[in-house]
């Protein structure tokens, strides 16, 4: 991922990651943030985001932000 000196990226960019399990015996799955997500969210490691699940006629997605 590409990302200025300003830590910003492409407007509408899409990046794509895979879940794997969690834990053993857990229904949880676990996803890496990308560099640039990461970068342009500000994250670092600890801290918290927050999902939002939407269902719309397009389909089921989720928006993720730091909280």
Do not use: C, H, Y
């Amino acid at each position: 991922v590409e990302i200025n000196s300003t830590g910003s990226i492409e407007k509408g960019m899409s990046l794509k990651s895979k879940t794997s399990i969690a834990r053993p015996k857990s229904k949880s799955l676990r996803a890496t943030v990308p560099e640039g997500i990461a970068v342009f969210l500000g994250l670092n490691a600890g801290d918290t985001l927050e999902w939002q699940m939407t269902d719309t006629t397009d389909g089921r997605g989720a928006t993720v932000r730091k909280i």
